[in-house]
């Protein structure tokens, strides 16, 4: 039986990097056909959005308000002040008041209560930002918003959080598909950084004179953020 050399190991991780890479899922092609589907029942289905953010949710509201009657969820108890967290819903108030919208865009503002978050993170709370502590608080937010999806009857629920770079749209929409099992609700599918949808959320950040937070919420994040800065 021959040993495989280094060079067999080198392409071998090249062939299995290759078939990851066709085996990924395509979530903008998942929701492109979901809504070409729409478009032909000529229906407006309720969307439950939860809202990270007024500059995230830019570019994902333009988009998805031509197909849907949107809530925007704004539930993020990870954001690390009252401070912030007022000023953060205030934008994305003040941002739903001044875009126009094919179809209604509402608001519902959930129970900001830190303490939620810090019990969640309790025991990752040196893990660094974009690890298992990360997707434990994306599954903690969305999950209130399925649950809201399925009390109100909505058609989908999904997030903004996949519009940003540094945001894994794979777990996001792992973490979807499995509470639509549990609330029994669709997952929306999502990468809205694909189309151009980040570029085009500074864009409408710039147009809309947004705040635009330098970190992503938690006291985690902006402490690692600030140590970058140092």
Do not use: W
């Amino acid at each position: 039986m021959r040993v495989l050399n280094s060079y067999d190991l080198q392409f071998t991780d090249i062939i299995e990097k290759k078939v990851t890479e066709l085996n990924k899922r395509n979530y903008q092609k998942e929701l492109d056909k979901l809504i070409d589907n729409i478009k032909k029942e000529e229906k407006v289905p309720r969307l439950f959005l939860h809202s990270c953010c007024a500059p995230c949710s830019s570019y994902v509201l333009e988009y998805l308000s031509q197909y849907f009657e949107i809530t925007v969820f704004f539930y993020n108890p990870n954001i690390s002040s009252v401070e912030e967290y007022s000023k953060r819903v205030a934008e994305i108030r003040r941002l739903i008041a001044e875009m126009s919208f094919a179809h209604p865009v509402h608001i519902e503002e959930g129970t900001y209560d830190p303490q939620v978050f810090y019990e969640m993170a309790k025991g990752m709370e040196k893990v660094p930002e974009g690890g298992e502590r990360c997707f434990k608080c994306y599954r903690l937010r969305m999950e209130e918003a399925a649950r809201l999806a399925q009390k109100d009857n909505y058609d989908y629920f999904t997030t903004t959080l996949s519009i940003s770079p540094l945001k894994n749209a794979e777990k996001i929409n792992e973490i979807g598909e499995e509470l639509a099992e549990i609330y029994k609700v669709p997952h929306l599918p999502s990468d809205f950084k694909k189309k151009n949808g980040y570029k085009r959320s500074i864009e409408l950040s710039h147009e809309y004179d947004l705040y635009r937070q330098n970190y992503c919420g938690c006291a985690f994040s902006k402490r690692e953020q600030e140590e970058k800065m140092k």
